[in-house]
């Protein structure tokens, strides 16, 4: 009889086990949907609507048309592809090669390199703004500065369309270059420090060590951070905005700063258009960019 009542107990204890776990596991879900709702419902109103809300102002073909049709446009869009290919790529190569050097153990380039990310962490318009009172005409103490050594008056910088981008893509430069030389020295760091000592007692040169070593460890990273910066770059305003404005004769525009000209202009539907058109550039770097992340 005790074992009939032992086997009985046993027989049950599989049942009710299962069933209190899945209450369990049904309140924990439960519970875990709610809190979920909340970030969903921001991610719904300040991203999918703003976004939705953009590209239906933007559904008009006539807004293309009328975009098309500003000559400001086809300025922007040649400024936007130049400002790409050059400045992102000169800054990754700068990015690369100082990486190199702030990778060193030496107590005075860890000091150096406190010093080099203030450009970074510092907010953009305190600091693009002081480049641009520096390059005033009238009172900048560049101009000062040549006045008082040669008794010339200095030209005005921002006033040539092809001086005014030049110092914008150097703004920008200047300004994420610390971030970019960052992710590579910590590329860099990741690299056995065996593969270096062996290849020191092979005897190869320091340029053999980047080819054979470096590089390969450091190929997908950096043409992936590139890429990455391509994407940020196209909805970066500050380095142009703060800058030139847009000028001389919104000659220095590019797409981001395009829309805020539109805009001001109370064009929203053009502004809208003129991030669509963006969408071309936007979309290949990113399938490109999660096709490297997914080998």
């Not at 969903?40 to 048309?65: C, K, Q």
């Not at 400045?87 to 050097?101: E, H, Q, R």
Request: glycine share 6%; proline share 6%.
């Amino acid at each position: 009889m005790n074992t009939t009542i032992v086997t009985t107990s046993a027989d049950a204890l599989p049942a009710s086990a299962p069933a209190a776990k899945r209450r369990a596991t049904s309140t924990w879900d439960f519970w875990g949907r709610v809190l979920v709702l909340p970030y969903l419902a921001v991610f719904a109103v300040f991203v999918l609507y703003p976004v939705g809300y953009g590209l239906w102002l933007a559904r008009h073909p006539t807004s293309y048309e009328h975009l098309f049709a500003d000559p400001i446009f086809f300025r922007t869009a040649i400024n936007t592809v130049v400002f790409l290919v050059v400045a992102i790529n000169l800054k990754m190569a700068v990015a690369l090669l100082l990486s190199g050097f702030f990778v060193q153990g030496r107590w005075w380039i860890r000091i150096l390199s406190a010093l080099f990310i203030l450009p970074w962490a510092v907010p953009s318009i305190p600091t693009i703004l002081s480049v641009r009172f520096m390059l005033n005409p009238e009172w900048g103490v560049i101009n000062s500065l040549i006045f008082r050594f040669t008794g010339l008056d200095g030209p005005n910088w921002l006033n040539d369309p092809t001086l005014a981008l030049s110092f914008s893509m150097l703004m920008h430069i200047w300004k994420s270059l610390p971030f970019w030389t960052l992710i590579l020295v910590a590329g860099r760091l990741a690299i056995p420090a065996e593969q270096y000592e062996a290849a020191a007692v092979d005897g190869a040169s320091t340029w053999q060590k980047f080819r054979f070593i470096t590089w390969p460890s450091m190929r997908t990273l950096y043409l992936t951070s590139t890429i990455l910066s391509m994407i940020w770059t196209l909805g970066d305003f500050n380095s142009v905005y703060l800058l030139t404005g847009g000028g001389p004769a919104d000659l220095t525009h590019v797409l981001a700063t395009l829309g805020i000209r539109y805009l001001r202009l109370d064009q929203v539907d053009l502004a809208m258009a003129a991030i669509v058109v963006a969408l071309p550039l936007v979309l290949p770097l990113v399938y490109f960019m999660m096709k490297r992340l997914s080998k």
